[in-house]
Structure formats: C-alpha cells, structure tokens
C-alpha cells in the first residue's frame, strides 16, 4: 500500500505543480506543454527504452489527428469519439507500418520513417485533397458538441482532459518499466542476440513497443485535433520532424521526468525565443548540437541525480542508461 | 502518348538523377568511410545555392558562381567536420545523425537569417537549346548530366587508381588495420568529408538555375536524397548511382502519368524495395560496426 502511494506519488507531485502552474502560467501555454509532453514521451520511450530513433514522428501525430477530424468533420459531433477515433486510426496505421519498419536496422529506420513523413503529408495534401481540403485544412471547432463534467470544446476546459490524459499516459508508461515487456523492451536494445536466447521473441516485442509509441504518438495527435478544432497537412512537415527527438535529448533520454522537462523548456524557449528574434530554429539546432556533444545527459539526466543527492530519494525512479 | 513529351521527360528525369547522385554520394561515402550519418550535407547544398546565386547576382559570373559556391560549401564542411564530427566518429551512428540533424535546422535558420524567406530566381548559365532526337533540349540540363557523369568517372578513378584511394577503399573493410598501417585515419575522414560538402555543394549550384533558392530548398530534398540513398544501399557508390537515376526517372516519367503521383512513386518503390531487400540494392549487410 505505502508503495503504491509512493509509486503514485512520483506522478502526481509534478502533474500536481503542473496542475498549479496553470493559473500561473498562460492557458495555451500550459496545454501546449501537456499535448507536447504526451508526443514526446512516445518519441522517449522508442529512443530510450527500445533503441528506435525515429525521424518521422509527425506521420503518426497526423494519423491521429486526421483519424478525428475526419470523425468530426464528416461523421459525428462527439469530441471524445472523435479522440477515440484518432487513436484507433494511429493503432491500426502504426501496427501495419510496424510491420515492414521493424525489421529494418536503426539507420534505415531513422530514414524510412522520415520518408513515411513526407508520403502521409503529400498524401494528405494532394492525393486526398478532395476529402482533406488539401492545404486549408479541416475545420471543426464549431462542429464539436459540449462534453459533460469537462468541456472539451473550450481550453479551459480542455487543459484539464489533457491533463488527465498525460497522467494517464505517464502512469502507463511507468507501469511498462516494471514489467517484463518493458524489461524485454530494454533488452532488445541493449542486445537482441541475447533476447532471443532467452525465449522472447525479439520481433514481437520491437513491434509492440512500436505501436504502442506510435498510437502514444496518435494520441497526441488527436489532442491537437480537438484543442485546435484545425487539422491541416502541416502536421506532418518533415520541417518539424526532429522536435520530438530534440526535445527527448533536451529532457533527457530515457528518463521518465524528461519528456515532461523538455517539453517546457521547449516550449517555453520557443516562445520566448520567437518573440525576440523571430527564427528559433537556429537556436533549437545550436541547442541540439550543444547538448550532444555535452555528452546528451539533457535537463532532467543532469538535474536527477543532483536532486537524489539533495534528498536521497527512496525509490530511485527507473531510468536505466545504457 | 506524346513521343517528344516521353523524350524530354527521359532527359528531365536524368539531369534530376544528377543532382541526386551528387548529393547522395557524399552521403554515401561519408556512411561508408565512418560509419555517419552527415544529413548536413544538405546544409552545405542549400550554401551552395545561396553562395552561387549572390556570386552571380553581384558580378554576373555563370560558372565561377557555382564554383564559389561547391568551395563556399566545402569550407563549411571543414569547419563542422574540425569542431563537430572530429569529437564523435567513435560514437553510434544515431548520435551523429541527431548531432548533423541539428546543425542542418541550425544552417537553415541562419540562412533565413541572411536571405529571408523569400525564394530568389537564379540566373542560367547557358541559355541554348540543342536537338536530341528532334526534341529541343536546354543544353544546361546536359552539361548537368555530364558533370555527374564526369564526377562519377572522378571517384571512381580516386578510389581504384590512387594510393589514397586505396587507402580509404581499405578503411570502409577495417579501419583498425587501415591505422595499423601507419595511415592516419583521420585526415582521410577530413579529406572525404571536405569532399562529400564540395559535392553536395556543387549539386546546390547547379540545381539552383533550374529551382528557386529558397531556404527549404535543403529539407525539400531530404526525402529524394534518402530515398537515392536506402535504394542504393548506404555505403555502395554504384547503388548510389543506379537509385538515383532510378528515382530521376520515377518522379520525371511518373509526373507526366498522374502528377500527384511523381511524389508518391517513388516512395511506394522504397518501401518494396526495403521489403526485399533491408539493406538496399547494393547495400551490404556486413558493413557494421
């Protein structure tokens, strides 16, 4: 029991802050952290758990959010289905590419997967234009129905769902550390040949983790979606294709915290950077190149062991490097 | 359909599968030689347009324009290789790809910094036409198409006819024997690194008369040079070749079938391809390290 409430609690001690930041901090802010954080912890769990690094993230965000807006746009006005549609769409669409993309050695799947970016944004803007509106996008706002208990359609409502959501998320993702899948996980990374050995099956397992990641991915996708009201092709610009990746590094690989440090540091640098300068994008690849070669701790794999010496925390979380 | 349409598409799709093969092929090498991915080889491409377009704008120069600008782009190369890569070759090969991803988005704001947003139109070099088979072809296209021959010829000849390419055809099998030798490694890492930006960079200035330079131009071309590349098998500089003028031919042929689907074709034929084959056409499943 005290465990349990232990356990719960190296969860909600920083949503909690979160929670408390959001009469702090600006609205948008907040939820853009949030949906940030769910897309980065998939990104963080292929990179640091499974040794998947993937340049195509924005496929598998667009899967998501196209999988809603066109429950919402065309079918129906529930947001809630619409998210459920989202992720069904992102489970179905990364269980068959997994498929083919698992097998592949961690080069060719860092490119193929960023090829795959580019085929679901072409696809999205040119060959469905007449279903997706090509470059203008869907718009939905005003299609969507008020949800009861907490309104989907207006942010003030909708930054608590999200917040539930990367909760929910986080609790996941760190229930996978102390199971044998995530075990099986960290293992194929560290060496395959000997997953095998033991009797697991390594292909099963990459393809797993694969998709679970991915329809994460999916997830953050449709919160876009439905936070927006707008899904457009963008979405998948292989422009944006390194943030996911950037922002894991950035927060620290592997790390449960990180996502969650990176993706407001990253999102607050964006914003205060981009209101000074206007191209953040030289700074955000400055910053990626600095932290590789300060040896690619990030934010939260630097501070984490600092904090544990300042309180010997008990239960070490389980951020197993390499 | 259209004969002459067919013809000039052939010659279209070629001069594409130029520019792909120069840029691919440092990619290619660089992959072979150190085990990296440098994907800011298309920062030193997107240099070299820029360079080439403001040399031409300022003196009027054609030609010496897209030389400043492949030298423009190897000095770049230089300086990242000397500061950046020198300290992580010993590193996997997913850090250096995460590490180049970044100066690439660095290069590319501070181009937007310098040029702006705004595509600017490059002037040709020659202007004339020349019948191929009755059909009026801009003879630029196949001065282009000759050039990549003619470096293809050029590496060709470095790697299997010289010392030094000797020495670096040896150090893409082992390069602990290689250093073992006496050859110091590191230099032909720097010297086929300069190599590859040079590449890259003439393949900007040269693809720039026949595009706008913008400051995307280097992401646009990312999934094209990737595509060359996984066909082609990483490493293998004949695959690099034939994928490029296969994926040329693809994207310029598929675009007079159904134009949505030039974009698309291709990638349908890398996705087969990798099912056939996961390490390419030429790619060899040994290089690994």
């Known amino acids: ?42 990104c963080n769990f292929l990179l640091g758990r499974v040794g998947f690094i993937s340049f ?46 698992v097998r592949l050695r961690s080069d060719y799947f860092a490119l193929v997967n960023l090829a795959l970016a580019v085929i679901v944004y072409h696809v999205m803007q040119k060959v ?24 989907l359609t207006r942010p003030e409502g909708f930054v608590w769902f999200a917040w539930l959501v990367a909760v929910g998320v986080w609790a996941l993702y760190k229930y996978l550390d ?46 876009y979606g439905v936070y927006f009201g707008f899904v457009s092709p963008e979405m998948a610009s292989a422009a944006r294709a390194a943030d996911p990746v950037v922002v894991t590094i950035l927060g620290g690989t592997g790390t449960l915290y990180g996502p969650l440090v990176g993706s407001l540091a990253y999102v607050g640098m964006k ?23 300060a040896g690619e701790r990030g934010i939260w794999g630097t501070l984490e062991p600092w904090l544990r010496r300042r309180w010997t925390w008990r239960r070490a979380t389980p951020a197993l490097q390499e | ?49 820029y360079v080439a377009y403001q040399v031409n704008v300022s003196t009027g120069l054609t030609w010496p324009a897209m030389a400043a600008g492949a030298l423009a782009a190897g000095a770049l190369s230089w300086v990242v290789e000397r500061w950046v890569f ?36 490059m002037g040709i070099p020659v202007e004339a036409q020349v019948a191929v088979l009755g059909v009026n072809i801009p003879l630029y296209r196949l001065i282009v198409i ?28 082992d390069v602990d024997q290689v250093e073992g030798l006496g050859v110091d490694v590191y230099r032909l890492f720097t010297g086929t690194f300069v190599g590859a930006g040079v590449l890259s960079g003439l393949a900007g200035a040269l693809h720039g008369p026949l595009v706008m330079v913008d400051p995307q131009m280097g992401l646009e071309v990312v999934p094209f040079v990737f595509m060359v590349v996984i066909i082609g098998g990483l490493g293998s500089l004949k695959g690099t070749l034939v994928s490029a003028f296969l994926v040329g031919q693809v994207v310029s042929l598929g675009s007079l079938v159904y134009a949505p689907l030039a974009q698309m074709a291709p990638f349908a034929a890398m996705l087969l391809i990798l099912l056939w084959r996961p390490t390419g056409l030429y790619g060899s499943a040994l290089l690994r390290r």
């Open chain 1, 1 to 42: 029991m005290k465990g349990r409430v232990r356990w719960w609690a190296g969860i909600l001690v920083p949503f909690a802050a979160l929670a408390l930041g959001r009469w702090a901090l600006p609205l948008p802010f907040v939820v853009e952290v949030l949906i940030f954080s769910v897309y980065t912890m998939a």
């Open chain 1, 56 to 101: 195509g993230q924005p496929a598998y965000l667009a899967a998501g959010a196209y999988g809603t807006a066109f429950y919402l746009y065309y079918f129906g006005r529930d947001p809630l289905v619409g998210m459920l549609a989202g992720v069904l769409s992102g489970l179905v669409f990364a269980a068959v590419v997994g498929l083919v993309f």
């Open chain 1, 128 to 151: 469905l234009a007449p279903i997706t509106k090509g470059d203008n996008g869907l718009w939905f706002l005003d299609r969507m129905r008020a949800t009861p208990l907490v309104d």
């Open chain 1, 178 to 223: 102390d199971t044998v899948f995530g075990a099986c996980c960290l293992a194929t990374k560290t060496n395959e040949d000997k997953v095998k050995f033991l009797g697991y099956h390594d292909f099963k397992v990459r393809w797993t983790a694969f998709t679970l990641a991915n329809t994460t991915a999916a997830l953050a996708g449709s919160l």
């Open chain 1, 271 to 293: 914003d205060l950077v981009s209101g000074v300068v206007g191209n953040w994008e030289f700074f955000v690849g400055l910053l990626l190149v600095v932290i590789m070669l």
């Open chain 2, 1 to 49: 359909m259209d004969l002459n349409l067919w013809i000039s598409g052939v010659v279209y799709g070629l001069s594409m599968g130029s520019i792909f093969f120069l840029l691919a092929a440092g990619l290619s090498l660089c992959f072979g030689l150190m085990r990296i991915i440098s994907l800011d080889q298309l920062l030193y491409y997107s240099l070299g347009a």
């Open chain 2, 86 to 121: 020198d300290r992580i070759y010993a590193r996997e090969i997913t850090f250096t790809m995460i590490t180049s991803f970044g100066i690439l988005v660095a290069g590319v704001g501070a181009i937007k910094y310098v040029w702006g947003l705004v595509p600017r139109p």
């Open chain 2, 146 to 173: 000759a050039i990549a021959a003619g470096v293809y010829g050029a590496i060709q000849w470095l790697l299997n006819r010289t010392i030094v390419g000797t020495a670096i055809r040896a150090a893409v099998e």
